[in-house]
């Protein structure tokens, strides 16, 4: 004889919606999650992970988009420039 494990989950409604007036009529693009887009538009790695510094993402995020390792992102941040 098997036994189920039936668990109940709540639903909790309100009546009472509070509705925020938008401030902006502003259109928030999607974030692009797609390496190809990154890499057209900064070159190599290591100036695309520059890039997409600069435009705020993290390391780890950096890292899932362009399919690095965290420590790889991180070295590249880390490292000096060469000057040519």
Known sequence: MSRSNNK?????TSTD???????TSEVIPPVVLD??????????VSQTI?????????RGT????????YQHVRNVLVTPLKKN
Request: proline share 3%; aromatic share 10%.
């Open 62 to 69: 950096i890292a899932k988009i362009l399919g690095k390792r």
């Open 35 to 44: 390496d190809k887009h990154y890499y057209g538009k900064y070159g190599n």
């Open 17 to 23: 919606t509070e509705v925020l007036p938008s401030t």
């Open 50 to 58: 520059r890039g997409m510094t600069a435009e705020g993402f993290s």
């Open 8 to 12: 109940v989950l709540e639903v909790i």
